[in-house]
């Protein structure tokens, strides 16, 4: 789902609470409540990351990230098959299988993640390149604010490509955050 931030207004009725109109729905925020993304992209970072910390390139099976990132299985089901569709993971059937990276750590950016999980993230509609988009806001083309917006998404789309999956381990190993290697071997003499 691609969530799209169209304009922030009072509610007329005066209680203090924010308007905030997605594509989709309508969501009503408390005034100090910031801007958040979904748990599909911020969970299935988290379980990428905890797959490149803790297997690196091997399978791994769906219960031990839920485990160790106390997330639904189920939840992490549908966000793994975004990613696959993506490209960033493979499965394999079997008693040793499991999910695993599709292409090496240093490969794999949080932009990449976040894209396959949310599409397109716009902080407001009218940057959007779509002009359907563009007729939510009546000052289109008119409006200083508007560059803001596109300029923060951008600083922001460029922060999240300069960080890669190897990045976020080489981060979890400096906080000395401990590795668990559950994987199974199997030995043949």
């Known amino acids: 789902m691609v969530v799209i931030f169209s304009e922030v207004n009072t509610n007329p009725v005066g209680f ?22 979904s748990t599909k992209s911020r969970y299935g970072l988290r379980a990428l990351f905890d797959m490149a910390y803790n297997a690196g390139n091997l399978p791994i099976q769906v219960k031990e990230i839920s485990r160790r990132q106390n997330i639904s299985p189920r939840y992490l089901e549908q966000i793994f ?13 079997g008693p040793q299988g499991g999910y695993f990276l599709a292409k090496r750590p240093e490969e794999i950016t949080v932009q990449d993640i976040m894209q396959a999980a949310e599409g397109d993230t716009l902080l407001v509609a009218c940057t959007c390149e779509n002009s359907s988009e563009q007729d939510l806001c009546e000052f289109d083309g008119n409006c200083v604010t508007q560059l803001v917006w ?7 789309h460029d ?18 955050l401990r590795r668990e290697s559950n994987h199974k071997f199997m030995y043949y003499i």
């Open 81 to 93: 098959q975004s990613f696959k569709k993506a490209g960033i993971l493979k499965s394999k059937k």
């Open 150 to 156: 596109k300029e923060a998404a951008a600083l922001l």
């Open 16 to 37: 203090g609470r924010l308007s905030i109109r997605c594509r989709k729905r309508c969501f009503f925020l408390q005034k100090e409540t910031p801007v958040r993304l």
């Open 159 to 176: 922060y999240f490509s300069s960080l890669t999956l190897k990045t976020l381990c080489e981060r979890g190993q400096a906080l000395g």
